[in-house]
């Protein structure tokens, strides 16, 4: 894993809410040992799953360890009155698999060559399969693989992980609108290349 410089995703800042005219803020789940254990418990296995499906099993365990370990160095920027803790995670997982958009287009591309019994597969071939048994169907990886990442990040958070375009802006830290527009640009893209096919039809 990488030290200390992870950076969350920007607009994540703790911050006082007025009620009433007292000054207080929602409580934060991540705030003791045990609510950080909860909180690892209940969302290790899809941000997992989601991580493994875009980078492959294979490099899936240290992105999730980091993205574990980034949220609780940086629990007390979390702001739980912004959005849900699963969609932060969710926001720090796709800032790290950022940072390997290479090895997942790899990965992708792999995916998108997979064929049934292939002989003698490298290992770019073998990831790519286990990660096709968990959700992506190889010419779908394929095209994926051709989109711009930001646009890629909006679609995936979208279809793998369920997110609204609420929970995607302030994950990712960007405006509302250019998570539509990235949305819009991704499917326009993935329909170009896949035919006049229903893709990912949620959001």
């Given at each position: 894993?990488?030290?200390?410089?992870?950076?969350?995703?920007?607009g994540w800042t703790a911050r006082a809410h007025v009620h009433g005219g007292t000054r207080s803020s929602p409580p934060n789940v991540l705030d003791d040992a045990d609510g950080f254990a909860a909180v690892f418990g209940a969302h290790f296995g899809e941000i997992h799953s989601y991580v493994a499906q875009r980078l492959g099993p294979d490099h899936a365990e240290d992105v999730v360890a980091e993205t574990f370990l980034t949220a609780f160095r940086k629990r007390a920027q979390y702001d739980p009155a912004r959005a849900n803790v699963r969609a932060w995670l969710y926001g720090i997982a796709t800032n790290l698999i950022g940072k390997h958009r290479r090895l997942e287009a790899r990965t992708l591309r792999a995916l998108g060559r997979c064929?049934?019994?292939?002989e003698s597969p490298g290992h770019e071939d073998s990831v790519a399969r286990r990660v096709s048994a968990q959700s992506l169907r190889p010419e779908l990886a394929a095209a994926l693989a051709e989109l711009d990442r930001r646009d890629r990040d909006v679609l995936?958070?979208?279809?793998?992980?369920?997110?609204?375009?609420d929970e995607i802006a302030t994950a990712l830290g960007i405006p509302y609108g250019t998570v539509g527009s990235r949305l819009s640009r991704a499917r326009k893209?993935?329909?170009?290349?896949?035919?006049?096919i229903e893709v990912f039809a949620r959001g």
């Amino acid at each position: 894993m990488t030290g200390e410089t992870i950076a969350t995703p920007a607009g994540w800042t703790a911050r006082a809410h007025v009620h009433g005219g007292t000054r207080s803020s929602p409580p934060n789940v991540l705030d003791d040992a045990d609510g950080f254990a909860a909180v690892f418990g209940a969302h290790f296995g899809e941000i997992h799953s989601y991580v493994a499906q875009r980078l492959g099993p294979d490099h899936a365990e240290d992105v999730v360890a980091e993205t574990f370990l980034t949220a609780f160095r940086k629990r007390a920027q979390y702001d739980p009155a912004r959005a849900n803790v699963r969609a932060w995670l969710y926001g720090i997982a796709t800032n790290l698999i950022g940072k390997h958009r290479r090895l997942e287009a790899r990965t992708l591309r792999a995916l998108g060559r997979c064929a049934p019994d292939p002989e003698s597969p490298g290992h770019e071939d073998s990831v790519a399969r286990r990660v096709s048994a968990q959700s992506l169907r190889p010419e779908l990886a394929a095209a994926l693989a051709e989109l711009d990442r930001r646009d890629r990040d909006v679609l995936l958070l979208v279809a793998l992980a369920g997110l609204s375009h609420d929970e995607i802006a302030t994950a990712l830290g960007i405006p509302y609108g250019t998570v539509g527009s990235r949305l819009s640009r991704a499917r326009k893209k993935l329909r170009v290349l896949l035919g006049e096919i229903e893709v990912f039809a949620r959001g």
